[in-house]
T-cell receptor, first 114, second 116 residues
Framework: GENVEQHPSTLSVQEGDSAVIKCTYS??????FPWYKQELGKGPQLIID?????GEKKDQRIAVTLNKTAKHFSLHITETQPEDSAVYFC?????????????FGSGTRLSIRP | GAVVSQHPSRVICKSGTSVKIECRSL??????MFWYRQFPKQSLMLMATSNEGSKATYEQGVEKDKFLINHASLTLSTLTVTSAHPEDSSFYIC????????????FGPGTRLTVT
């Protein structure tokens, strides 16, 4: 089955700097890669996603890149702000059917230093 | 946007009792709902996939007789933790997928279960 690895587990950056979180997946059939932000005591929120037919997607300060050949995808947050502090999860969906499961990475705890 | 609610947000129960958690999709129909469990500082672990009108599919290692799932309508799924024990204390999160079959899952706010 699908396996998603995520690095780093913790990340601390200065406010205003960029943060990068990287993930790898194992199943070449995966074709949908969402990223979630989870604040303490809350459920995950989808912040951006990318499908396998594109290599990059950007939404304001957030961007995601996908390298299908290497089975890598990354989250980039620019001009970080204190409210970006949270746990971020990458994920991959290996199947095409509507019943497919999302496989989560282990999470990255991002801290923004003022 | 797509909104998923959970009730209750927090629940404390005594060991040996059962507790029910509700998951509702408020503004869309969801043929598929998912139940996750999350322990502190860990990732989300899928427990089961719930399809409207049919039996849930449980992940390996999840006891179906202990975690009863019912998905009676396109907007409601329930998870009942039966004969709860302290080790069942966790953060339970549901998600819902639109009936149109898109890949996006929308997550609920979670339910903190504490078993004393």
């Amino acid at each position: 089955g699908e396996n998603v690895e995520q690095h780093p587990s913790t990340l601390s950056v200065q406010e205003g700097d960029s943060a990068v979180i990287k993930c790898t997946y194992s199943d070449s059939a995966s074709n949908y890669f969402p990223w979630y932000k989870q604040e303490l005591g809350k459920g995950p929120q989808l912040i951006i996603d990318i499908r396998s037919n594109v290599g990059e997607k950007k939404d304001q300060r957030i961007a995601v890149t996908l390298n299908k050949t290497a089975k890598h995808f990354s989250l980039h947050i620019t001009e970080t702000q204190p409210e970006d502090s949270a746990v971020y999860f990458c994920a991959a969906t290996p199947l095409y059917s509507s019943a497919s499961k999302i496989i989560f990475g282990s999470g990255t705890r991002l801290s923004i230093r003022p | 946007g797509a909104v998923v609610s959970q009730h209750p947000s927090r629940v404390i129960c005594k060991s040996g009792t059962s507790v029910k958690i509700e998951c509702r999709s408020l503004d869309f129909q969801a043929t598929t709902m998912f139940w996750y469990r999350q322990f502190p500082k860990q990732s989300l672990m899928l427990m089961a996939t719930s399809n409207e009108g049919s039996k849930a599919t449980y992940e390996q290692g999840v006891e179906k007789d202990k975690f009863l799932i019912n998905h009676a309508s396109l907007t409601l799924s329930t998870l009942t933790v039966t004969s709860a024990h302290p080790e069942d204390s966790s953060f339970y999160i549901c998600s819902a997928r639109r009936q149109t079959g898109s890949y996006e899952q929308y997550f609920g706010p979670g339910t903190r279960l504490t078993v004393t």
